[in-house]
Each structure stands twice: as structure tokens, then as C-alpha cells.
């Protein structure tokens, strides 16, 4: 049997505001993901803090608890539930979401190839018990050095309409870095989130800083 312990931090960041502020959004993360493997079962648990616009308030605080399975080498499957409250400026907004995914990988001596299929439900009882689906397809490509590993990922998002509509709803770009070193690691990233719909959302610009542990 063979157990593992990662942590990691995924954020906080701040970012040079221009004129064009008001046409995107500014983002900073920090989470912390704790989890336990046993043969081929992995549990996990990671709450996370969002920072908007480089303020010093936090707008969003969200907790994952989530289960993955290994099927094959190249195969997994995994769930997970959140819970999300949003900073409002009558309070804050309590939101619930599930979500299911498959990933699939490649390896190519140092590359390592990942495909990840995701589909996830929203739950939002403060607004009117609103329930969005989504689809997200992700693609990520990462060289393993002996401690470099940089990596570039793009993820489309489909938003499930009323019956049975659907429409691209978002896109996002992530190049970064990890260092590693035995069993801590540091990873520094950029990601890039643009809207495919014409609902006056922003682009988001979202800093991540990343620290991560594993231990046997």
C-alpha cells in the first residue's frame, strides 16, 4: 500500500491596471490541496480563496472534496463536490456544484500528454435555486525535467441551454512552470480566460503561484 499526502497552493498575485481596466479582470487564487492514495483510489479535499481587481478583500472562498479512480495507466475517472460562497454587496452568495470527469494521458519520453473531459452541474439556491450545466474539454502538454516542468494547457467550456441548447461559453489559455525538488515543488503560471458569448463578460487575467508536497 502505498499513500500519498500532496499539498498544494495554487495563488495570489497582483497585476498593473491601464485605462482599459474596465474591459478585464484581474485575478489572484491561493488554495491548498490535501490528499490520500491507496492502490489506485485517491481522496482529496483543497479549499481555495479568489482575489478580483488586486483588491485585498477576498471575493470568493470555495472547498473541493473530491474522489479519483485509476483504471489504467493511461486512464482515470473522478468526481468531486463544492461548495462556493461569493462575496456580494448584500452578503454572500452560497453555491453548490458536482462535477464528473474523465482523463486520458500520453506519455513521449519527458512529454506528458493529458485530455480531460469534465461535466459539471452549478447549484445556486440564493438565485432563485438557478442550476447551470456545463461541458469542459481541456487539453494539457508538460515536459518532465529532473526539475524544470513547463507546461501550456487550453480548455473550452459548453454551456447546456434549456432544452438541449448549447452554446460555447468560455475559453482559457494557461502557460506556467513548476520547479521540483524530492517532494516540494513550486509552480508559477498565467492564465487567460475569454469569453465566447456577448454578455458584457470580461476577461479575466488570473496570477498563479503554486507550492506542492507530496509525501509516501
Known amino acids: 500500500m502505498k499513500c500519498r499526502h500532496p499539498l498544494l497552493i495554487v495563488c495570489l498575485a497582483t497585476f498593473v491596471t491601464t485605462d482599459a481596466r474596465a474591459e478585464r479582470d484581474v485575478q489572484g487564487w ?34 473541493d472534496v473530491g474522489v479519483r479512480v485509476e483504471a489504467a495507466r493511461w486512464l482515470r475517472f473522478g468526481g468531486a463536490y463544492r461548495i462556493a460562497a461569493q462575496q456580494q454587496r448584500g452578503g454572500w452568495d452560497i453555491a453548490h456544484r458536482v462535477n464528473g470527469d474523465v482523463h486520458f494521458r500520453l506519455r513521449a519520453g519527458p512529454v506528458r500528454i493529458r485530455s480531460r473531459t469534465r461535466y459539471q452541474m452549478r447549484f445556486a439556491p440564493d438565485r432563485r435555486q438557478r442550476v447551470r450545466h456545463v461541458v469542459r474539454q481541456q487539453f494539457r502538454v508538460r515536459v518532465r525535467a529532473e526539475r524544470f516542468r513547463p507546461f501550456v494547457a487550453t480548455e473550452t467550456f ?11 461559453w468560455r475559453q482559457r489559455f494557461t502557460a506556467g512552470v513548476g520547479y521540483r525538488r524530492k517532494d516540494h515543488g513550486i509552480t508559477l503560471a498565467y492564465r487567460l480566460e475569454v469569453p465566447l458569448t456577448q454578455n ?12 506542492e508536497r507530496e509525501l509516501d
Open 30 to 63: 491561493l488554495s491548498a490541496e490535501l490528499a490520500a492514495q491507496r492502490d489506485r483510489l485517491q481522496l482529496s479535499v483543497a479549499p481555495q480563496l479568489r482575489i478580483r481587481d488586486a483588491s485585498p478583500a477576498v471575493s470568493e472562498f470555495l472547498t
Open 158 to 168: 459548453v454551456r447546456i441551454r434549456d432544452r438541449f441548447g448549447t452554446e460555447f
Open 200 to 211: 458584457n463578460e470580461l476577461t479575466s487575467h488570473i496570477f498563479l503561484l503554486g507550492y
